[in-house]
């Protein structure tokens, strides 16, 4: 279930089923885009969600007394009940045609990931963001009170994190305690924190060789961290 209506086009865990569209109630264009629209908001507004060829997903919103464009939902800086109402009700849309018309490839593969993912959503009922379209395989995990991130689980060149390999390898960066975090890091299976102030973040490489519930006292730690 998207949390983020700014998250929701990083869709690079998800694979669309193409035939389900037209079930669903998408209509095809000569432009081979499909289109959905649906009534939002008590029919105040015409919600049309676009799906292109190369899979990316817009909506547009129209007012439906006044048959003009409402763009402000888009804008990241707008803020208040009635654009977050919008945004409420075009999730929920999107939520439900990921349900009925994509199906979930995982971005994050490892067992630890898996088990990583699997704890914090029973602990912390916090699922993984994906906010950047142009790195699908970052995905950040935040407390739902002070919204800072506590988490974030990352595929990466090893060569990234200071290993002699070109492969992908999952890490996961969490916060530290700086006085902690020193003797912690071996550049074996912990490391500086990448892409992140490596005073206060390490990442762990989630290669099957770690003892997991020292992992989760980590994310424990880290969640108390970022109040």
């Known amino acids: 279930m998207l949390t983020d209506f700014f998250a929701y086009n990083s869709f690079s865990h998800l694979k669309l089923k193409v035939d389900s569209l037209i079930p669903y109630g998408f209509t095809k264009t000569a432009e ?21 060829p190369s899979e990316k997903i817009n909506t547009t919103i129209i007012d439906a007394q006044t048959k ?4 402000l939902y888009k804008n990241q800086s707008a803020t208040g009940a009635f654009v977050s109402s919008i945004r409420k009700s075009v999730i929920e849309q999107l939520d439900l045609i990921v349900a009925s018309c994509f199906e979930t490839t995982p971005v994050f593969q490892t067992a630890d990931s898996q088990s990583i993912i699997n704890y914090v959503q029973e602990h912390y009922q916090t ?23 506590y988490a ?33 890091i071996d550049n074996n299976q912990i490391f500086p924190g990448y892409h992140m102030n490596k005073k ?28």
Do not use: C
Request: hydrophobic share 40%; aromatic share 12%; glycine share 2%.
């Open 127 to 149: 699922n993984l963001e994906f906010l950047w379209k142009q790195f699908p395989n970052d995905a950040v995990l935040r407390r739902s009170d002070s919204k800072k991130w």
């Open 68 to 71: 003009e464009e409402y763009t």
């Open 152 to 184: 974030a689980l990352m595929k990466i060149p090893a060569t990234k994190i200071g290993l002699d390999s070109d492969k992908l390898v999952e890490i996961l960066d969490i916060r530290m305690d700086p006085d902690l975090l020193i003797n912690k």
């Open 32 to 52: 081979k885009i499909y289109d959905y629209q649906v009534s939002i908001l008590d029919n105040q507004f015409i919600l049309t969600v676009s799906i292109s």
């Open 200 to 227: 206060h973040w390490v990442s762990i490489l989630l290669n099957g060789q770690n003892n997991l519930e020292t992992v989760y006292s980590y994310i424990d730690a880290s969640y108390e961290l970022a109040k």
